[in-house]
Nanobody, 127 residues
Framework: QVQLVESGGGLVQAGGSLRLSCAAS????????MGWFRQAPGKEREFVAGVSRYGGNTGYGDSVKGRFTISRDSAKNTVYLQMNSLRPEDTAEYYC????????????????????WGQGTQVTVSS
């Protein structure tokens, strides 16, 4: 069982930056690929970024490529999402998620493939 707790959300002006953190507790953090998703009111939860077990492979949703960076610190059992050049359309609840992975280079992009979820942290970008 993995417990995930997000932090770092808040209110920021367009063009600004935020860094989200996701602290994981439970055994064998390195056995899990990690992802960030977001959900705006009235919209589906969408994939934002993913990182493989040891951080060697990352990927991003089209709307955040070049602006967001996902990373993980195995010593701290923490995953980060650095968000730069924020836009009003980035406003959403952001969720951290984990799935067991047997491949060192794999991370999932579908919501249904993730086994564990955090409670979410709100990001609001003002224009």
């Amino acid at each position: 069982q993995v417990q995930l707790v997000e932090s770092g959300g808040g209110l920021v002006q367009a063009g600004g930056s935020l860094r989200l953190s996701c602290a994981a507790s439970g055994p064998s953090f390195s056995m899990y690929a990690m992802g960030w998703f977001r959900q705006a009111p009235g919209k589906e939860r969408e994939f934002v970024a993913g990182v493989s077990r040891y951080g060697g492979n990352t990927g991003y949703g089209d709307s955040v490529k070049g602006r967001f960076t996902i990373s993980r610190d195995s010593a701290k059992n923490t995953v980060y999402l650095q968000m730069n050049s924020l836009r009003p359309e980035d406003t959403a609840e952001y969720y951290c998620a984990a799935h067991r992975s047997f491949s060192s280079g794999h991370y999932a992009i579908l919501r249904s493939q993730y086994d564990y979820w955090g409670q979410g942290t709100q990001v609001t970008v003002s224009s």
